[in-house]
């Protein structure tokens, strides 16, 4: 794991390293980010709908394969997610796009 990963792991996404409270919070909901560039991270989904979070998401980034680009994450059909709060579900990287 390189320091840009080990930076970014357990942080929320869009908190900067030195952001006062940069990781989760306990009355927060979130989903775990798996593979891909921000693995590790954090999203927070506090009150996303499950038709939201099934779309999956294009978060920018810096570390992806476009520097500047978006990094796409998915939910996996058929995987269950938790009530809230804490991490109630996963995400998974399918690709980058510029």
Request: proline fraction near 9%.
């Amino acid at each position: 794991m390189n320091g840009d990963e080990q930076l970014l792991r357990g942080r929320v996404y869009g908190h900067d390293h030195d952001d006062p409270h940069p990781c989760a919070l306990p009355h927060r909901t979130y989903a775990a980010l798996t593979g891909g560039p921000l693995d590790g991270l954090l999203l927070d989904i506090t009150g996303w709908r499950a038709d939201e979070i099934d779309g999956g998401v294009a978060l920018q980034t810096e570390l992806g394969r476009f520097p500047g680009g978006r990094a796409l994450y998915d939910a996996r059909p058929g995987e269950t997610r938790g009530p809230g709060p804490g991490v109630a579900c996963r995400l998974y990287h399918s690709g980058d796009t510029p």
